[in-house]
């Protein structure tokens, strides 16, 4: 087959760092080829060099095996190659024509004269020729994350491309959507279309491929063809060693009662209800998780249970305290610990020191202040104690908390949140954006929390997760809890069934006999 | 109450409007592709200066009315250069034009008439109407009288305004930079380019807008004759939810006061004029709170934007 | 020590640079207006520092606007741009001079703290409003404050010209400005207890002012007030997350800054002024704090140099004015060091603006508009 792209030898280099060094990459026509790396291997990056949003430091980049300089976005356009992005590229009060023609609009008069009718009749054309539905007149705001991905991939499609980049597709998606996706993707493929997924979920890879190849901290790890390699060899090639997908969990007793949540209704930012009438019960010693697909309501939930968002109706008890509706303050003082799910716009002040970040909190409270003045000493203490214990890697607790890297701000937020001590932890996505080794950390702790007789609430979409930790899970979709099933019995058919709106008999029925490899 | 005095005072509003129209429209372009332009003060105090200035240099006013746009131009680039290029902070900026202005302009008048306070009277103004023939219409044949070129310039600029916005293509990537800067540079439209160009157009208005009050007006510079206009207009601007036709009914309205304020006395309305000259500023603020919740302003109005390139 | 040298350059260059690209301009128009910047710039300096009086009346300079600079200083670390010092100012300036009038009664050192407080209440009031609109509704204070400045001053001009007027208080023929504040309400001349300072009208003011900043610097680095405040202008959705009010906070920075700059209103009344007039703009302090703020990097240590700068230029300006020179230079140069320090500084602590959407569809606040929610651009 011909080869369409031919990356050589191309090395990026930003101030302090290397990220790509030396990496050879290629696409032939009619595949589709993934680019698997953990976060911050350098994918997205050699992708951005494609698409001409970054220049290579060093290399050459051929297309069609010509040499080409690909200076801008435009020129990779132009070429043939467009590019999806994880985060969409769609300005929300426009239409969907609108967005699709954006910076190729059908004009009359010299470009005197928007032509809307022409635009959305070409965008229908499009539409039609490769089976993706979308209504042309439909704001942005007002669609699903299904059709927005839809629009980007038409958006890429009427510009003619032929290369198609999808970074992190998968991410926002549900399990129906993923394979609609994937169906979608081998019907552009036998249209002529060749296509680079880019990602760190080792299972799409699998089903999705034609090839992989792992990138790691920059430099390329291998070339495979999906059908000769395997989810641990991937793993492997992806961190560099043996990595431990299950975790050791020992069996435990529980204890009282700690959070009792009785009918919790939430309002999303559209006030409609997110979280509908929604009850559960934590005990001490237990993990229980809430899994589901992205944007069901768990973020509602959390930010409900943890103040930072208004309850509209039910009862929320903490060993036995009512703490409905209570200010985020409140919620902290009646022993609640809070590990959000974006550590840099929740988790941490990113300009302040690692020590003021550290008693975020609790920072008007003794030792750290008396009668409204701040005990600097303490506080500078504290730091260097929590940095020590949770082996948080930098140079000393007065860095900018944004100097560390994202693990390690994960262990400083997990840090101070441990010193808490609190009765009940709510983990919400605790290992986004982490690295394996990082993920084995936070895993452990969590653990930890379990054995010490307090109360785990993790809300995460990673299904791995949910059953590696989880005494028992809690499926959320749409607003609701569709069931609770023992960590015992759960299978990834099972939960998958119950996420995407099946009934807990329905899982039990259909969800298989055995529990399938829950490694990936 | 008869005919005769509310015509007067609907031709003032128009008048008075005139300026603050200029400047929103201004305002207008700027902020819809993101870059908030508190300097309008300022860029219409340069256009009042040197409308007077190059209109004594040459003896004709059009001559002033390009100066005016020009140096309109010029100080638009200065804020551009901070927002745009220097990611700077969009009000800083602002405000440092307005007070560069004010000192620059009486700097200027020591250097060039060797006095303070007011410019000698220009030879040649822009103060009447240039459509006569309006003025034999029937009922409201007086309204025109009263009009000077602007007022026609500054209704057909809404009018455009609103079409270059909403039906060209680059109307289209103007609002798309002011929502979604990183959608729109991923398409390949220039971000810093488009936003330039709308700074700078709001430049050229916005020195329109001064020529409008000096030799538009009354003829001559003084010091301060600005006097917060600009602020109106933003104000304005603000009231008009970011859209020319909005922008025309908020500054007819803010003129309708004005006029009213200076017309108080005929109709034996008892208002100190104090009240009516903050009828303006506060109704902003009412309607500010009467907005509460819709978001009506350009998303990313006021972030300066970061080409990726780490 | 060589590290704690680079860290502090890295941060004062910018201050400095911008300075001397003022000062720089400033000489090319010297040289445009047909003199010599060295013997312009040697003017300047003598007429502000050369003498005993010259910097008592450098210091009488200084001290509103090192007030107004805290006052905006203040602000930037809690993500707020108060524009509205000089409404602030105006409102605390006309209620201490009725406050002075109504209440003479009292002995001066009662008297005094009283209508200085006074001052502190009127303009923490009206910087309060923008405060309440911004932490209730989401309302750009931007916005808001600028309105409130024209709305203070014609308000103030009413005042002016009717309740607190001569000519209804006292009978006498009407006039363009308040009644004379009473002695008994003013401020101590330096030059009456240290002769040394002669002619000038510096006042007690300028102590009052220099421990006010030292107070501010307390109040924002050592006490969890401070360290509330600027949690909220860093990262106010971190800050509420760690339990901690924004609306609240950005109530409170509101009120401390209309109140820093209602002091200086009231503190120049009391100090020389000793009435309001009728006027058609701004008095200017406000905007001029603004420089100082940034100049000084918002912080309330830092807003004194800065602030003494800015004392030295304004006071400077008549010397130069003798030696030929117009007095406008110094407005230029003013001006030019805010836009250069606009130009290239990344306000580090304001980078996140505070917003509430009651209804939107984007739930997640983006660095909105300016004008109808917070705008971002300091960052």
């Given at each position: 087959m011909a080869k369409v792209v031919e990356m050589k030898n191309i090395t990026k280099i930003f101030p302090g760092t290397v990220a790509n060094d030396r990496v050879d990459f290629d696409l032939e026509k009619g595949e589709i080829h993934v680019l698997l790396g953990e976060n911050g291997a350098g994918k997205t990056t050699l992708m951005n060099i494609l698409y001409g949003l970054y220049q290579q430091t060093s290399g050459e980049i051929y297309y069609h095996g010509k040499k080409v300089d690909i200076k801008g976005p435009n020129a990779a356009i132009a070429l043939g190659i467009g590019m999806v992005h994880q985060h969409f590229m769609l300005v929300e009060n426009f239409t969907v024509a609108e967005n699709i023609i954006l910076g190729n609009e059908p004009s009359k008069w010299k470009g005197w004269k928007l032509d809307m009718e022409e635009a959305i009749d070409r965008v229908q054309r499009v539409s039609d020729q490769f089976g993706l539905k979308v209504d042309p007149n439909a704001l942005i705001e007002d669609i699903s994350v299904g059709l927005a991905q839809r629009v980007e991939i038409l958006k890429a499609l009427y510009k003619g491309a032929e290369v198609l980049i999808l970074d992190e597709p998968t991410a926002v998606l549900t399990p129906q959507e993923i394979d609609e996706l994937g169906i979608i993707l081998r019907k552009l493929t036998e249209e002529g279309k060749s296509i680079i997924l880019i990602t760190h979920k080792l299972k799409e890879v699998l089903s999705m491929s034609d090839r992989v190849t792992v990138i790691r901290r920059g430099k390329i790890v291998n070339s495979l063809f999906t059908r000769d390699t395997n989810v641990d060899e991937l793993a492997e090639m992806m961190v560099g060693r043996e990595v431990k997908l299950t975790s050791d969990k020992k069996e435990k007793e529980t204890g009282d009662v700690i959070l009792s949540v009785e009918n919790?209704?939430?309002?999303?930012?559209?006030?409609?209800?997110?979280?509908?009438?929604?009850?559960?019960?934590?005990?001490?010693?237990?993990?229980?998780?809430?899994?589901?697909?992205?944007?069901?309501?768990?973020?509602?939930?959390?930010?409900?249970?943890?103040?930072?968002?208004?309850?509209?109706?039910?009862?929320?008890?903490?060993?036995?305290?009512?703490?409905?509706?209570?200010?985020?303050?409140?919620?902290?003082?009646?022993?609640?610990?809070?590990?959000?799910?974006?550590?840099?716009?929740?988790?941490?002040i990113l300009q302040s020191t690692l020590a003021e970040n550290l008693i975020l909190g609790f920072h008007y409270c003794p030792p750290f202040a008396k009668n409204g003045i701040m005990n600097y000493d303490a506080i500078h203490q504290h730091g260097k104690t929590l940095i020590g214990e949770f082996d948080v890697r930098t140079p000393d607790e007065n860095v900018a908390a944004g100097s560390l890297s994202g693990g390690n701000q994960q262990k400083a937020i997990i840090a101070r949140e441990f010193y808490k001590d609190p009765p009940l932890l709510i983990a919400a996505q605790p290992t986004r954006g982490l690295d394996v080794g990082a993920i084995e950390f936070v895993h452990k702790r969590l653990l930890e929390q379990r054995e010490n007789n307090k109360a785990v609430l993790l809300v995460s979409?990673?299904?791995?997760?949910?059953?590696?930790?989880?005494?028992?899970?809690?499926?959320?979709?749409?607003?609701?809890?569709?069931?609770?099933?023992?960590?015992?019995?759960?299978?990834?058919?099972?939960?998958?069934?119950?996420?995407?709106?099946?009934?807990m008999e329905q899982a039990m029925k259909e969800g298989g006999r055995s529990n399938e490899a829950t490694t990936a | 109450?008869?005919?005769?005095?509310?015509?007067?005072?609907?031709?003032?509003?128009?008048?008075?409007?005139?300026?603050?129209?200029?400047?929103?429209?201004?305002?207008?372009?700027s902020e819809r592709s993101g870059v908030v332009n508190i300097g309008l003060e300022g860029i219409m105090i340069f256009g009042a200066f040197f409308a007077v200035w190059f209109t004594h240099l040459t003896g004709n006013a059009w001559i002033g009315v390009l100066a005016s746009m020009i140096f309109g131009v010029v100080a638009a680039s200065l804020l551009a250069v901070i927002s745009i290029n220097l990611k700077g902070n969009q009000i800083i900026a602002g405000t440092a034009i307005n007070l560069l202005a004010a000192a620059l302009t009486a700097f200027f008048l020591e250097l060039i008439w060797h006095r303070s306070g007011s410019t000698p009277i220009c030879p040649d103004m822009l103060t009447s109407n240039p459509l006569r023939v309006l003025e034999g219409i029937p009922f409201i044949g007086d309204l025109f009288k009263q009009f000077t070129p602007f007022v026609y310039l500054a209704f057909i600029l809404v009018f455009v305004t609103y079409y270059v916005l909403w039906k060209t293509p680059w109307g289209l990537h103007v609002r798309a930079v002011g929502e979604h800067p990183k959608a729109a540079d991923t398409v390949g439209i220039g971000v810093y380019k488009t936003r330039w160009t709308c700074v700078l157009i709001s430049g050229v208005l916005a020195g329109l807008a001064g020529a409008c009050l000096s030799i538009g007006t009354v003829g001559l510079f003084r010091e301060g004759m600005v006097a917060g206009k600009g602020f109106i207009a933003l104000a304005a601007m603000v009231f008009g939810k970011w859209h020319p036709v909005g922008s025309l009914g908020a500054c007819l309205f803010f003129g309708l006061c004005s006029a009213i304020q200076i017309q108080a006395q005929s109709f034996g309305l008892n208002v100190p004029s104090e009240f009516l000259a903050m009828v303006p500023y506060v109704a902003t603020i009412i309607i500010l709170i009467g907005v509460v919740g819709k978001a009506v302003a350009p998303k990313a109005d006021g972030t300066p934007y970061e080409k990726d390139e780490a | 020590m060589k590290q704690r040298l680079l860290n502090a350059w890295s941060v004062l260059k910018l201050p400095l640079i911008a300075v001397l690209v003022g000062f720089i301009v400033g000489a090319i128009c010297i040289l445009a207006a047909g003199s010599n910047p060295i013997t312009a710039y040697a003017a300047l300096f003598k007429g502000s520092l050369a003498s005993i009086p010259s910097i008592g009346e450098t210091l009488y300079k200084v001290t509103p606007i090192l007030l107004t600079g805290l006052a905006a200083a203040i602000g930037f670390r809690c993500g707020l741009f108060n524009i509205g010092g000089e409404g602030q100012y105006v409102m605390a300036a006309i209620s201490t001079v009725a406050a002075a009038w109504y209440f003479q009664w009292m002995p001066h050192f009662i008297l005094v703290p009283f209508l200085l407080v006074i001052g502190i209440l009127a303009g923490g009031t009206w910087g309060g409003i923008a405060g309440v609109l911004k932490a209730k509704m989401g309302i750009n204070e931007v916005i808001t404050t600028i309105m409130l400045n024209w709305t203070a001053l014609y308000l103030s001009n009413y005042l002016v010209r009717t309740v607190l007027n001569p000519s209804n208080i006292?009978?006498?023929?009407?006039?363009?400005?308040?009644?004379?504040?009473?002695?008994?309400?003013?401020?101590?001349?330096?030059?009456?207890?240290?002769?040394?300072f002669g002619f000038s009208s510096v006042h007690t003011g300028i102590f009052i002012a220099l421990g006010v900043a030292v107070l501010m610097w307390f109040i924002l680095f050592k006490t969890t007030l401070g360290y509330e405040i600027r949690g909220v202008g860093l990262n106010y959705q971190a800050a509420e997350y760690g339990g901690i009010s924004s609306a609240k906070n950005t109530f409170l920075a509101m009120f401390i800054s209309g109140g820093l700059a209602g002091?200086?209103?009231?503190?120049?009344?009391?100090?020389?002024?000793?009435?309001?007039?009728?006027?058609?703009?701004?008095?200017?302090?406000?905007?001029?704090?603004?420089?100082?703020?940034?100049?000084?990097?918002?912080?309330?240590?830092?807003?004194?140099?800065?602030?003494?700068?800015?004392?030295?230029?304004?006071?400077?300006?008549?010397?130069?004015?003798?030696?030929?020179?117009?007095?406008?230079?110094?407005?230029?140069?003013?001006?030019?060091?805010?836009?250069?320090?606009?130009?290239?500084?990344?306000?580090?602590?304001?980078?996140?603006?505070?917003?509430?959407?009651?209804?939107?569809?984007?739930?997640?606040?983006?660095?909105?508009?300016?004008?109808?929610?917070?705008?971002?651009g300091v960052e």
């Open positions: 919790l209704v939430v309002k999303d930012h559209r006030k409609l209800d997110a979280v509908k009438g929604v009850s559960f019960q934590v005990r001490a010693g237990e993990v229980l998780a809430v899994a589901g697909v992205d944007g069901n309501g768990q973020k509602e939930l959390v930010e409900a249970l943890t103040g930072l968002t208004k309850t509209a109706s039910g009862k929320v008890m903490l060993c036995g305290t009512d703490i409905t509706g209570a200010r985020p303050r409140k919620v902290i003082e009646a022993g609640v610990g809070h590990i959000p799910e974006d550590r840099h716009k929740r988790g941490l979409l990673e299904l791995d997760e949910v059953m590696n930790l989880a005494d028992r899970i809690a499926v959320i979709y749409q607003g609701e809890i569709v069931g609770v099933l023992d960590g015992k019995d759960a299978t990834e058919r099972k939960l998958g069934i119950m996420m995407t709106g099946g009934s | 109450m008869n005919s005769m005095i509310a015509l007067a005072v609907i031709a003032s509003a128009i008048r008075l409007a005139t300026p603050l129209l200029l400047a929103a429209l201004g305002g207008v372009f | 006292l009978g006498d023929a009407p006039s363009g400005h308040t009644v004379v504040v009473p002695e008994v309400a003013r401020l101590g001349k330096l030059s009456s207890m240290v002769p040394a002091l200086a209103g009231s503190i120049q009344i009391l100090g020389l002024v000793y009435m309001v007039n009728q006027s058609t703009e701004l008095p200017g302090y406000g905007f001029t704090g603004l420089s100082v703020a940034l100049v000084g990097l918002s912080h309330p240590l830092g807003c004194i140099p800065a602030a003494i700068l800015f004392g030295i230029l304004d006071n400077g300006s008549r010397q130069m004015q003798l030696a030929g020179i117009p007095k406008e230079i110094t407005a230029i140069i003013s001006a030019v060091i805010l836009v250069f320090v606009a130009g290239a500084l990344l306000l580090k602590y304001a980078s996140t603006r505070y917003e509430k959407r009651k209804m939107k569809k984007n739930g997640p606040v983006q660095s909105g508009p300016v004008m109808d929610t917070a705008g971002k």
